[in-house]
C-alpha cells in the first residue's frame, strides 16, 4: 500500500520547511521528529504569559514580562567576561537588558537608542534594580501581533530552540491539508472534537493553560487520533490472525480427567471458567489469539497445561515458552507430575541443548513423538519443526512484545496462542497492550492461602533481621534475600547482591547462603536455583531474577532490601514469591529512612494489600502509564499525545470503534476506511500498513 498522494508535503525532508536547515532538521531527530507531520504532533507542555504589560512596575518580580520600552544608552563591557549593558525606560521604570557574549554591533541594530521596542523575558531584581537578560523576543512595536499573547512552549533538545520549532511548526501547519473524517461522526458530535486540521491548529495556538490540559477538545481528540490508530493497528492483527485458516483442535477429555484425578484439590470456578473459554477457542475454526491473565498464584500453569492436553487429545503437539531459560527449566519442572499424571511424554528445548541430544528431540518434535515442548525462545528457530503444533503458550508476555506474538502466529501454520501474564494490568493498559486478544481472567485465588504478613522495617534495624533470619533457619525455613544491584554502584548507594552474600554467609555459616544474579554464568545461577529449590541452602541472595514465576513452596520470608525504589509491580511479583506452601509467610520490606512521601504511600499500598489488581490501578495513578512496568519491555506503546492514565475512557471507546470499522470496512477501501489509512501513516503504523498490504 504506498503513501496517498495528499500526505506527500507533510512527508517530505524536514529541510523543505522555512526556517529549518540540515543541521536542525539532525538535531530534531532526537525529539523524535523526522519529518514535517511529527512537528506537528510535537505539542507544547507548557506556555509563557506574554500579554504586554504597561510597566514592570506592575508585576511582583521574579517574572517573565512583555513591555514596551524606549531604548536608552548602550554600555559595552568594561573588561573581558563582563556583560554589556542597555538601559531602557517603560511608562514608569527604568531598568537594563542584558547581554554576554554579546556583540556591540549586532546590539545596536537590534536595539537603537532612542527607538521604541517591545522586549520579553524573565526579569530579575539584582541589588534592587530590575534587569531583563537575554530578552527572548525584541520587536518593533508595529510587530506587536506577531508575539502571541500566551506563546506555546515545547520540548527542546541540544540545537534545537523554541524559535525553531515554532517556526518550522508555523510552515508545516502552513502545508497541512484538510484531511477527510476518520473519525466516527456521531462520536465527533458527541465529544465536540474539532476536525484534525482544525485541532492541530488550535493545539499550537493555545490561548491559555487551559488549551494545553489534556481536556482541551484539540488535545483530546488528537489523543484520540493515537488511541484510534494504535487500536485500528491491534484490531487488524486480531483480523489477520483470525481469518488464517486455524484449525479445529477438540479434546475428548481423556487426559484431562487423569490429571483432574490425580489433584489434591478441584479446580477453582475461574480456571473452571478459563478453560472452557479456551477450548471453545480451540474447537473453533478461527484461530485463538486469547490472553490469561491472573495474578501470582492464581493458577494459570495447571490451566495451561489443560489446554495444552486439549492439542494432544486432538492428536496434535502444544510448546510452552518462557522468557528465559531459568524460567523455561521451572515450567518444566511443575509440568513434569501433571505430564505424568497424564501420561503424556514432555520435553525441555533451551538454547542449552546441543549437538546429538538436540537433534534427537528435534526428530521427536518433527515426528510427533513429543507432544507437549516446554522451551526458551529457542523454539523460535528454523530448524525447530513440528509434527502438528495446535498451540502455543506464551508465558510473561510482557517480556515478549505484540511482534513476537505475530511471529509466533507465524510458526505453527495455525496454532492457537495463548498468553499467560501474572501482572495484572489495569484495565486501560490492558486493551492498549493486549487490544489484538480476547481476554480470560483468573480472578479467584485457590482456597486456603494463608495471608502473607507484610512489615516496613527501616534499614537500620538490619541487625534484628538478620537475627531473626538466624531463628528462621534454625526452624528449617526458607528465605529470599533481594537486593536491587548486583554490583557496588559508585553513583547509587545500591546495596550489592554480593556484598549482602558475604556479610550473610559471615552471620548464618557458610553453605546456609546462595547467591543468583544476572551477571552470573547460567549454569552457575541453575546450580544456586537448584540448591536452594533442593533445600541445602537456606537463603537464596538475588537480584529481581527470581522476580518472575519462581516457585519454591518451602520459602516463606521474603527481604526485600531499599524496598523504596522498587516499583510496586515488582514488588508484588517479588512478594509472590511466598506465601506458596502450607506455612505462613512473611515479607519484610527494608527502606532507607527517611522515605520520600510517595516512597511511603507505595510501601503503605504493598503492606495493605495483596490483591494485584489494586497495586495495579494504585501503580498507574501514582506513576503514569508511560512509567509502568518498564515501558520497554511492556510492549507498551508509546503515545506522544494521549494520556493513558487519564483517558483511559477513550482508549476503550477506540477500541470498540476500531473493531467495528474493521468488521464493516476490513480492508478499509470505503470513504471512511480511506480516511482512516491516512491516520494510520500519519501515526507510523507500519504494522497496520503491512497488514493492510499483505491483504
Ligand atoms: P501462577 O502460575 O498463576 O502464579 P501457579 O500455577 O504456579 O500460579 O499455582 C500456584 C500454586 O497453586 C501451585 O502450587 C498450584 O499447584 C496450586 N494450585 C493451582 N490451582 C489450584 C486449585 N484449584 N486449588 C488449590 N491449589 C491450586
Ligand atoms: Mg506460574
Known sequence: MSRPELLFPLFSELETLAGVGPKAAKN????????????????????????????????????????????????????????????????????????????????????????????????????GVAQMAHPDHVLRPEEAASLPSFEPVYPLTAGITQKLVAKGI????????????????????????????????????????????????????????????????????????????????????????????????????????????????????????????????????????MALLIAVEAGGQGVMMAPTELLARQHFESLAPLAWAADVRLELLTGRDKGSERQMKLEDLATGRIPVLVGTHAVFQKDVEFHDLRLAVVDEQHRFGVEQRMELGAKGQAADVLVMTATPIPRS??????????????????????????????S??????????????????????????????????????????????????????????????????????????????????????????????????????????????QLHQLRGRVGRGDAASTCLLMYQAPLSESGQRRLQVIRDTEDGFRIAEEDLSMRGAGDLIGTAQSGLPRFRIADLERQSALMAVAQS???????????????????????????????????LSVG
Request: glycine share 8%; charged share 25%; with cysteine.
Open 28 to 127: 530534531f531527530a532526537a525529539l523524535g521528529v523526522l519529518r514535517p507531520k511529527d512537528l506537528l504532533f510535537l505539542l507544547p507542555h507548557s506556555g509563557v504569559d506574554r500579554s504586554i504589560k504597561a510597566s514592570l512596575r506592575d508585576v511582583a518580580l521574579p517574572a517573565t514580562v512583555t513591555v514596551e520600552v524606549e531604548v536608552g544608552g548602550h554600555f559595552p563591557p568594561a573588561s573581558r567576561g563582563r556583560p554589556y549593558r542597555v538601559m531602557v525606560r517603560d511608562a514608569k521604570l527604568e531598568f537594563i537588558l542584558v547581554f554576554f557574549h554579546a556583540k556591540g554591533e549586532y546590539l545596536q541594530t537590534l536595539l537603537p537608542t532612542g527607538q521604541r521596542r517591545i522586549v520579553s523575558g524573565k526579569v530579575e531584581l539584582f541589588d
Open 170 to 305: 508555523a510552515s508545516a501547519l502552513d502545508r497541512t491539508p484538510d484531511f477527510p473524517e476518520w473519525i466516527d461522526p456521531p462520536l465527533m458530535d458527541r465529544q465536540l472534537w474539532p476536525t484534525w486540521r482544525a485541532a492541530v491548529q488550535a493545539a499550537h495556538a493555545p490561548k491559555g493553560p487551559l488549551d494545553i490540559a489534556h481536556t482541551a477538545l484539540a488535545r483530546q481528540r488528537l489523543a484520540y487520533d493515537e488511541l484510534f490508530a494504535h487500536q485500528l493497528t491491534l484490531s487488524l492483527a486480531r483480523a489477520t490472525l483470525r481469518r488464517g485458516k486455524g484449525q479445529v483442535t477438540t479434546g475428548n477429555g481423556v487426559l484431562q480427567r487423569r490429571v483432574l484425578a490425580g489433584l489434591p484439590f478441584p479446580l477453582t470456578g475461574a480456571q473452571t471458567r478459563s478453560v472452557a473459554e479456551i477450548a471453545a477457542d480451540m474447537a473453533a475454526p478461527q484461530r485463538m489469539n486469547r490472553l490469561l491473565q491472573g495474578d501470582v498464584g492464581s493458577g494459570k500453569t495447571l490451566v495451561a497445561f
Open 429 to 458: 493498559l490492558a486493551l492498549a497492550s493486549f487490544g489484538d486478544m480476547d481476554v480470560s481472567v483468573l480472578d479467584e485465588k485457590p482456597p486456603g492461602r494463608k495471608p502473607i504478613r507484610t512489615a516496613l522495617i527501616a
Open 460 to 569: 537500620s534495624r538490619m541487625d534484628e533481621v538478620v537475627a531473626r533470619l538466624q531463628r528462621a533457619v534454625a526452624e528449617g525455613r526458607q528465605a529470599y534475600w533481594v537486593c536491587p544491584l548486583v554490583e557496588e554502584s559508585e553513583v547509587l548507594d545500591y546495596a550489592s547482591a554480593e556484598a549482602r552474600f558475604a556479610a550473610l554467609r559471615a552471620s548464618l555459616g557458610e553453605g546456609v547462603v546462595g547467591l543468583v544474579h544476572g551477571q552470573l554464568p547460567p549454569a552457575e545461577k541453575d546450580a544456586a536455583m537448584a540448591r536452594f529449590a533442593a533445600g541445602v541452602t537456606k537463603v537464596l541472595v538475588a537480584t529481581t531474577v527470581i522476580e518472575v514465576g519462581v516457585n519454591v513452596p518451602n520459602a516463606t520470608i521474603m527481604v526485600v532490601e531499599r524496598a523504596e525504589i522498587f516499583g510496586l509491580a
Open 657 to 691: 470503534d476500531a473493531r467495528k470499522l474493521l468488521n464493516d470496512d476490513p480492508t478499509l477501501e470505503t470513504p471512511r476506511g480511506k480516511a482512516a489509512r491516512l491516520l494510520l501513516w500519519l501515526l507510523d503504523q507500519d504494522r497496520a500498513i503491512r497488514l
